[in-house]
């Protein structure tokens, strides 16, 4: 396919953050198309996936001073994306097919294959294969938390993001904290939750009481920071605390001077409160289970996660900020198809509009029937190494485009 007169640009990391971070942290540029090799084959993203865990692949010390290998300034940011198939040589992929993998904030990417899953026709719009990612996190972490239970009430913060608005998707007694009343709103109304604390309300304490009188089983936390403190009066005898990220943090970079790590040990050594993290990666072996019952979930209608489409590669950077100053509710992705392309442009439109969009075919995916889901393949197991073997194949499909 003759690419030469195609328009190609990425997002790279200019420097490594320093404090919060900001938009100009990030490099909009114009790149060559990359090239395949045997083994190979050449993506045009249509949909790439804006999500806050990008922020701790481009800092200059990993989380918790893990050893993950430092991502270069010059890298292209490795973030999920969708996208079709224009040109081969792997004998697995054929040009038309449907992909979505780590193909990063780029309109081309090559890839070998690793991470791949094919993305069936019957899924549209096909942006919502990028659902996987959020959607998966919170069905792992409640594996990990023993299952949803009866008689047991979750506690989710954050939960009017694209993780938390999914941990109701499983059932349950489910009580929300977000901020501000749309959110709270939303996630009564449309997502089912069973109450919703406004974190940003001054009767927010008084919402949690009312909504927790036997106190939190579980509290899934995507959160964090002093929040995590506070919540402790409301936590059960032998509950489980579930790290599922830290957004409270990621922008301080660790800690902050309203942090109360006392307030929590008392918690931990009164209460027998225990805390746990967990990882999605490295989880493959959990991905047929969860595509069952998403299946259901989404058959019976009883599931309508929400999409937010944002418009082409230069609004990215500013869309990862407001994932930390500004959020919205559902799961983020920005739309890359340009113009130029007639066909694709014309069967977007048709599928989806920009805005907030509902979406009721979102975690559906097809499992590559040719190894996709290979990052369990590397063997890790475990959340460090995990998170090391996903970047080791950020590095391996997406190299430098320049
Ligand atoms: N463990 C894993 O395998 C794994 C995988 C993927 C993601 N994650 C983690 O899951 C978490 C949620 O991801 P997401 O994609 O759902 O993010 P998201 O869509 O951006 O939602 C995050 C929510 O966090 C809340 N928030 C942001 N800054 C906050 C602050 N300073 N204090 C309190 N709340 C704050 C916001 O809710 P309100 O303002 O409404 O409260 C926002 O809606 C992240 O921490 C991410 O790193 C974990």
């Known amino acids: 396919m003759a690419l030469d007169n195609m328009l190609a640009r990425r997002v790279a990391l200019r420097r490594h953050l320093e404090g919060n971070l900001r938009a100009d942290d990030f490099l909009v540029e114009d790149c060559s198309v990359p090239t395949t090799d045997d083994g190979t084959f050449l993506v045009r993203n249509l949909f790439a996936s804006v999500d806050p865990m990008l922020r701790i692949f481009i800092v200059s010390k990993p ?13 292209s940011i490795p973030s999920a994306a969708v996208g079709e198939v224009i040109e081969t040589r792997h004998p697995d992929y054929k040009v038309g097919d449907l992909v979505e993998g780590r193909f990063g904030w780029q309109n081309y990417a090559v890839s070998n294959g690793q991470g791949v899953n094919l993305v069936p026709s019957a899924i549209a719009p096909i942006e919502n294969a990028l659902g996987g990612l959020p959607g998966f996190t919170a069905y792992v972490g409640l594996e990990a938390a023993g299952g949803v239970k009866p008689g047991q009430t979750i ?32 996630l009564i109304d449309e997502v089912g939750y069973d109450a919703v604390a406004d974190r940003k309300s001054p009767n927010f304490h008084a919402q949690l009481a009312a909504a927790l009188p036997d106190g939190a089983h579980v509290y899934f936390d995507n959160v964090s920071g002093p929040l995590l403190a506070d919540l402790m009066p409301y936590m059960a005898f032998g509950s489980l605390v579930l790290i599922s990220g830290l957004m409270a943090q990621y922008q301080t970079g660790g800690v902050s001077e309203k942090d109360n790590l006392p307030a929590v040990l008392h918690a931990v050594m009164g209460k027998g409160v225990r805390i746990q993290s967990f ?4 989880k493959d072996a959990e991905r047929p289970a969860f595509e069952q019952e998403v299946a259901a979930l989404l058959a019976s209608g009883d599931f309508k996660p929400e999409i937010h489409v944002i418009e082409g590669l230069d609004s990215l950077p500013q869309a990862q900020v407001d994932l930390f100053e500004n959020s919205t509710t559902g799961k983020v992705v920005s739309h890359l198809v340009f113009g130029k392309d007639a066909r694709l442009a014309l069967d977007v439109a048709k599928r989806i509009k920009t805005g907030t969009v509902n979406v009721n075919a979102f975690f559906s995916r097809a499992r590559s029937s040719s190894g996709g889901h290979k990052m369990s393949g590397i063997g890790r197991e475990r959340g460090v190494e995990g998170i090391r073997a996903f970047q080791e194949i950020q590095v391996m499909n997406l190299g430098s485009a320049s």
């Open 63 to 75: 989380l918790g001073n893990a050893t993950m290998p430092v991502m270069p300034p010059g890298t």
């Open 155 to 186: 506690l989710v913060s954050g939960a009017a993001g694209a993780v938390g608005a999914l941990v109701k998707a499983r059932g349950g007694r489910v009580v929300g904290i977000a901020g501000g009343e749309d959110k709270r709103r939303y």
């Open 279 to 282: 990882s999605q990666f490295g």
